[in-house]
């Protein structure tokens, strides 16, 4: 399986992005899903994460304003992202553990400022 991000770009202080991360086969096994993020000179930190049992945890920085979901019929994740903030400002990175394997996709940039 690979995965590829999409749906970065520009926006505005309070502005809105929907990320997407395509799975190119099935991830009904997986264990856990995540986003993670780096932002310029920082480490890769956590975002969100949807575990086997279907409940979804959040970053405190991003809780209440972001939104992990699935599609599993597309085989498709999604991040929802209101109110961001110009910190929000990183390449975003989604994550699939499955099978014992760890399998990153491919980042997406997202840009947050005025």
């Known amino acids: 399986v690979q995965l590829q991000a999409s749906g970065g770009g520009s926006v505005q202080p309070g502005g809105s992005l929907t990320l997407s991360c395509a799975a190119s086969?099935?991830?009904?096994?997986?264990?856990?899903l995540s986003w993670y993020r780096q932002a310029p000179g920082k480490e890769r930190e956590w975002v969100a994460n949807?575990?086997?049992?279907?409940?979804?945890t959040y970053a405190d920085s991003v809780k209440g304003r972001f939104t992990f979901s699935r599609d599993s019929t597309k085989n498709t994740l999604y991040l929802q992202m209101n109110r961001l903030k110009p910190e929000d400002m990183a390449v975003y990175y989604c994550?699939?553990?499955?099978?014992?394997?760890?399998?990153w996709g491919k980042g997406t940039l997202v840009t947050v400022s005025s």
């Open positions: 086969g099935s991830i009904s096994s997986a264990g856990t």
């Open positions: 949807i575990i086997s049992d279907g409940r979804t």
């Open positions: 994550r699939v553990v499955q099978g014992g394997r760890v399998i």
